[in-house]
Every structure is written in structure tokens, then in C-alpha cells.
């Protein structure tokens, strides 16, 4: 039985041609070529009456936390528990690294100065240069994010407190008086909407599965819960952005994120863990560039190739 | 009288999962969808080495993405592989026993980051030519899936000649990075079509029904060909001093690679044979929990 649809003469030609066409220089690739601004064309002005040294840190901060945890998430590939988790965490783990990328690169274009000087000449871009040349105590990401998982209970746990948490901020963060930050959270409220809701049913899921699975999660949630309260805290960064309008501030999101992860709970019937949030040190935490021992492990594995290579063009 | 499957066969038209077809046939077609299968899978482990380590966002994005369309494609192809008759998990676990086999490329390690490059132009390449004919291979689901794979396959190819092009742009430490992994994949590359006609006992029966559409050989001198001139347009050279273009022929003559390799890295002997096998079942070992809560789950909520 042949199947009408298909030309079989048309896909062989297509497919030698494609080959043969190598070396045509097109601007289709995916994620755009090399020197291509991931911020092109969109109005990167900041407001007049914006301290642009506020916007970028803040910008910096959460393209923090996306970069950290997306590295952590992509440690699952070809680890996954099935295929097609395999495939959902690297999507998770490519949503935040393109928020990331958006958000570093706002952070440069805001405020040059963030971007670590390499050597003249350098092809490295701003965001590149901003992920791969700053030492851990120059990351603002907040600690959730920084351990390695040791099991898909971990993952689930993380992403779901990140995503609840990060979701409340974003879908106000779309109206931010910065064009950019406003486009990337319009973006980014899909993405962590699906991210939610992917852990959540996990989340459900290992509860009331096997008395081994909701040990496991009732472990991981143990783990990560004393980093939920400084996901809360109002740090300066954030309380600057949010009295100029281009940021929010957590705190003031706090009650009804509370509220949607207690669904959660519920329906998983898990009580909320009584344990009490990890201290800071002499009041500094991560967006104070204070962060957990895993944090430089992690950097010095991901900037290996690119601190090898300062003026590698890649 | 030849039967429905040969007059379907003689008119180069499609099976179908329903159709009736021999045995041999079903279990030839088994083994080689459950090969490519297990190569997609096994194959997310070498470039998956370097995604941690990918150099910029951009590049990391683009290899993330990569290897996961490989689970992907692993998942399509276990798709076809199950109109047939058998399980995703009895094909796993024929993968995880070293029953089935995968393909013994990716029993090579990458050791520096133009190895992701030089999978995509040399490995992906050399794959490309093996399953673009396999688009109109005799059985339906088989030829399909091939088709949306090789899309994606090109599309790979062409992103992992564009890193090494970029590569070649920078500095003499990268141009160095790029010839020494071209260099290191070229003969393992070639060795992807299998070995010489003369010593492919399968090959003569698979093409009489279709499965397969070009002899080792022929694909192999293909690649040779449409390889040739890219390498220059990059500016590598190719690590074989027979290589030169025979002007009687209209094709080029080259060297062998090195078959005693070759099969001792199919017998399992590879420099990643182990790591690699032993990956797969780490994950299948620890991912068991999940699994089985996922199914405890699916239970509970039928009974509610």
C-alpha cells in the first residue's frame, strides 16, 4: 500500500539538496547565528526617569536564577526516569536558558558596566561575557537554584517552587515600565505556566503514588524548603526595580503564590514542612552574591570551555 | 503466483502494519528499526557530554535542543518499531542487555568541543546518506518516520557545520580544535556505512525487499564525494593521504578505514562500549521508582 501523500521522488531530491546546500549562507538558523543580538529589534531606550544601574541588576538577578537552574535542569538529559521526561526537562531547561540570554543581555545593554572587560578584540557578546566570566559571588541568583538534584524528586520539588514563585512575579513584571523586561515576561508567563503545571503533576503524582515515591518527595520538599522564605525576602535589588517601575517586588506577591502552592499540597495531601529558612550570612544571601558551595563547582564546569578561550568565537 | 507481499514489494509500494508479511521480513525490519532506535538514544550521550560545558548561551541552546530532538527521534522510531509487534520496553531492554545493537559511532568519546561540531557535519552527514533512501524504504511507518527524522537530521548537520565554520573564524587554537577532531572522526565516520559489500552478509536480502536501497559501498563513496568539497569550503584537511579525485570514475578513490577496529568496537570492545551501556542502565535503574509510582498513580485514579 502506498500512501498518496508523499512523493517519494520530491523527499529524496529535497534531502540530497539539503546536504548539497551546506554551504549556502541563509539566515534560518535556529536561536540566530553567532553575532546576532538576541535583543534585535526590540526598543531597548530605558526610560528617562529609570536608574539604569537599578534595571540592570535587576535584569541580571532573575537572568540569574533562569542560568542557574536551567544548567541544574539540564543535567537530566538522557538521565530522565522516560523518554518523554527526557524531553519535557530539556524543554524547561531551554525556556529558561532563552529567558536567561534575553535577560543578561538586557542587563548589559542597561548597564555596560556589568559585563566583565576581556581583551580587546574579543568576539565574546555582552550576555556571553556576563554568563561565562563572572565568579559565583558576582551571580545574584537566589539558593534555591544551586544544588545539584539527587533524584527527579528534587527536580520536581524545584521546579515547582520556582515556578509558582517566578510565575506571581512575572505575570506582574509584564507591565514593567521597560519595554524589554515587559516583552520577556509576556514571553516567559507561558513558559512557566507549563513548567507549573508539568511539576505539579509530579508533584501529585510521586505523593500518592508508591510509599517509596512520596518518601522520596516528602525528602525533596525537606530539602528545599528552608530556600522558599529568602524567595520572599524584599532585596534591595528588587525594591529598587519595583519603585521605578520596571520591577516587581516579591513580597508583595507572596500571599497568593502561598495560596496556589497550598492547591498543591492539598491535593498531593501533603502538610507544609515545619522547618525554618537557611540563615543568611552577616545578612547576605544570594541576591547579595552570597551563595551555597555548589554554586562555584557548578561555574567552573560551565565557564571551563569559555574562559579557556576569551577571544574563541563561537 | 508471488504473493500480495512481493507483487507490493515488485511495485515498490509501502507494507503496512496490517499487511500480511513474512516472518523473516518482520523480524529483519525489528532488528533495524530497534538499531536506529538505540542509536538515537545512545546517541544523546557523546554530545550530551558538552552541554554543560557549551561555551555561549546561544550554543548551548542550540546543542540542548540538538539532543533533544535525538529522544525524539528515538521516540518515533520505537513508534514504528511497535506496529510491528514488539514493546518500547522489551526494545529497551534488549538495548540494555547488549541483545540489540546501536550504532558503534557513538562508541567513540568527544573530547573537545569541535567534536560537537564534527558529529554534526561528519556523523550526522554520514547518517543523512544512510537514511535519506531509507525515506522510501518498503515498510510504512519505517519510511515515514524517516522522513521527518532526516528534516531534522539536515537541519543538525547544517548547525554543526556552522560551528565549526565559526571555529575556523576564531582563533589558532580553535582552527587547531577543529582539524584534531576532524582528524579523530573521519575514519570512524566512514566505517557508519558498515563494512565492505563483500563482507555484508544481510545486505543482498534487504535490498531484494526493499528495506534497504543502496549497498554500503555505494552510500559510502557518496559521502566520500559530498564531503570532499566541504572540507575544503572549511579549510580542514582530510586525514587520508589516498584521497584524491579520479577524473575516469567522476569520483574520488580513498583509503580504508580500519576494519579490525571496526570490529573490535563492534564486538563491544570500543573506547565507550561499557560507559555507554552502563549509562543507559543507571538511568533506567534509578528512573524504576518513578515509573513505578506513575503507574501506582494511573491505578489509584482508575479506582477513584
Known amino acids: 500500500m502506498t500512501d498518496p501523500t508523499i512523493d517519494l521522488h520530491d523527499v529524496d531530491s529535497e534531502h540530497d539538496s539539503a546536504y548539497a546546500g551546506l554551504q549556502v549562507n541563509d539566515s534560518h538558523w535556529a536561536f540566530g547565528t553567532s553575532f546576532e543580538d538576541p535583543l534585535a529589534g526590540v526598543d531597548t531606550t530605558v526610560p528617562d526617569d529609570v536608574d539604569a544601574a537599578v534595571l540592570g541588576r535587576y535584569a541580571m538577578a532573575l537572568g540569574d536564577d533562569a542560568l542557574v537552574l536551567s544548567q541544574r535542569i539540564s543535567e537530566w538529559c538522557s538521565r530522565a526516569p522516560d523518554l518523554e521526561d527526557d524531553i519535557a526537562l530539556a524543554n524547561v531547561a531551554l525556556d529558561l536558558l532563552g529567558q536567561a540570554r534575553l535577560l543578561l543581555a538586557r542587563a548589559a545593554k542597561a548597564d555596560p558596566s556589568l559585563a566583565p572587560v576581556l581583551p580587546e578584540g574579543s568576539p565574546v557578546p555582552p550576555e556571553d561575557a556576563l554568563a561565562y566570566f563572572r565568579d559565583a559571588h558576582e551571580l545574584l541568583n537566589v539558593r534555591l537554584v544551586e544544588a545539584a538534584d539527587e533524584d527527579f524528586a528534587d527536580a520536581v520539588v524545584r521546579i515547582l517552587l520556582f515556578s509558582v514563585w517566578r510565575l506571581e512575579v512575572w505575570q506582574r513584571l509584564v507591565a514593567s515600565r521597560d519595554a524589554v523586561l515587559a516583552a520577556v515576561a509576556a514571553k516567559g508567563v507561558k513558559e512557566l505556566t507549563y513548567h507549573r503545571d508539568y511539576a505539579a503533576r509530579w508533584f501529585v503524582t510521586l505523593a500518592l503514588g508508591t510509599t517509596e515515591s512520596r518518601g522520596r518527595l516528602e525528602a525533596a520538599l525537606l530539602r528545599a524548603w528552608p530556600l522558599w522564605p529568602e524567595l520572599w525576602a524584599a532585596h534591595p535589588i528588587d525594591v529598587a526595580a519595583s519603585r521605578q517601575g520596571v520591577g516587581v517586588d516579591p513580597s508583595t506577591v507572596r500571599e497568593s503564590a502561598e495560596e496556589v502552592l497550598d492547591r498543591v499540597l492539598a491535593t498531593a495531601e501533603v502538610a507544609r514542612p515545619e522547618v525554618p529558612g537557611l540563615a543568611a550570612v552577616a545578612g547576605r544571601t544570594g541576591r547579595d552574591g552570597l551563595h551555597t558551595e555548589a554554586l562555584s563547582r557548578m561555574l567552573a564546569e560551565m565557564q571551563s570551555v569559555a574562559r579557556a578561550h576569551p577571544e574563541g568565537a563561537w | ?304
Open chain 2, 1 to 304: 503466483m508471488a504473493s500480495v507481499f512481493e507483487q507490493t514489494i515488485a511495485r515498490n509500494e509501502r507494507i503496512e502494519p496490517r499487511d500480511e508479511m513474512p516472518d523473516a521480513y518482520r523480524a529483519t525490519l525489528v532488528r533495524q528499526i530497534a538499531q536506529h532506535a538505540h542509536s538515537e538514544i545512545i546517541g544523546m550521550q557523546p554530545e550530551g557530554n558538552w552541554i554543560s560545558r557549551a561555551p555561549s548561551l546561544r550554543r548551548k541552546l542550540v546543542l540542548l535542543a540538538k539532543v533533544q530532538d535525538e529522544a525524539g527521534h528515538g521516540l518515533y522510531l520505537y513508534s514504528a518499531a511497535e506496529t510491528l509487534g514488539v514493546s518500547r520496553d522489551e526494545l529497551d531492554e534488549m538495548l540494555r542487555t547488549g541483545r540489540q545493537k546501536y550504532s558503534s559511532i557513538f562508541n567513540y568519546p568527544t573530547l573537545t568541543y569541535a567534536d560537537v561540531g564534527t558529529i554534526g557535519w561528519l556523523v550526522d552527514g554520514a547518517a543523512i546518506c544512510n537514511q535519506v533512501p531509507l525515506c522510501r524504504t518498503s515498510y510504512g511507518p519505517y519510511g515515514r518516520a524517516m522522513i521527518r527524522i532526516c528534516k531534522e537530521e539536515s537541519f543538525h548537520q547544517r548547525q554543526g557545520y556552522e560551528l565549526l565554520m565559526t571555529m575556523m573564524g576564531g582563533t589558532d587554537a580553535q582552527r587547531a580544535m577543529v582539524q584534531e577532531s576532524v582528524d579523530r572522526f573521519w575514519w570512524p565516520a566512514l566505517m557508519m556505512f558498515g563494512p565492505p559489500d563483500d563482507d555484508s552478509p544481510n545486505t543482498a536480502q534487504s535490498m531484494a525487499w526493499g528495506i534497504k536501497r543502496n549497498t554500503n559501498d555505494e552510500l559510502r563513496q557518496k559521502f566520500v564525494d559530498m564531503t570532499v568539497p566541504q572540507a575544503k569550503a572549511l579549510g580542514v584537511t582530510l586525514p587520508d593521504p589516498d584521497l584524491v579525485w579520479n577524473e575516469e570514475r567522476g569520483a574520488h578513490d580513498f583509503g580504508q578505514p580500519d576494519w579490525e577496529e571496526f570490529w573490535q568496537v563492534v564486538k563491544g570492545n570500543g573506547p565507550c562500549n561499557a560507559q555507554r551501556l552502563a549509562h543507559r542502565r543507571r538511568a533506567h535503574d534509578e528512573g524504576a521508582w518513578v515509573r513505578e509510582a506513575a503507574s501506582a498513580y494511573a491505578a489509584r485514579s482508575q479506582h477513584d
